[in-house]
């Protein structure tokens, strides 16, 4: 007898999997489009990826940050820190970590509700620029506490700023690009305004 998962399983593991997907694939582009923008290795001007994690873990909640955490983890041994398992491993924790911390303030102090319904654009931004520094504070911390301290003002500065650039360009262009569906399937059904 084969055996099938429940359905809520496969969903979950749909999203986990998917999340980890579209966040290498963030990472791959990041790579390719801002190759020039690395201050250092893991610090960049601009990181799309900071954006994906976000918006990965305000749709998906925990089970995004499940995914955020997987791929977190693969980019750390694999591809940032792979001479270094201790650094790698605490990187892709707090890579994981600072978005879902960053959701659990919007579900808790800021009363977004888990379908976003009531997300509005002052509520994104202010969550935007908090993850924007919650994110770099905690990896500078860490590099700091393991004896790596220089310039860790400035890999915060230079990490902070391509956190919030990377995740406002995610964000914007996934909010222009849901506004564009919107125009295009009301023009083909004649109700666009």
Known sequence: MPLTLPNAVRHYLAVIFGTAFIFLLTLVANEWIFRHSEYVRGV???YLPAGMRLLCTLVFGGVGAIGILMASLISCFFYYFPNDPVHALFAGIISALAPYLAYLFAIRKLGIRPSLDNLTAKRLLLLVLLYSIVGPAMQQS??????NAENAGER?????????GGTLIVVYTLKLSLWLITR????AHGTSR
Do not use: K, P, Q, Y
Request: avoid cysteine; charged fraction near 10%; aromatic fraction near 14%.
């Open 44 to 46: 960049n001007w601009v």
């Open 142 to 147: 860490w590099s700091m506490l393991t004896d």
């Open 156 to 164: 915060f500065v230079v990490m902070m700023i391509g956190d919030l």
């Open 184 to 187: 295009m399937h009301g023009a």
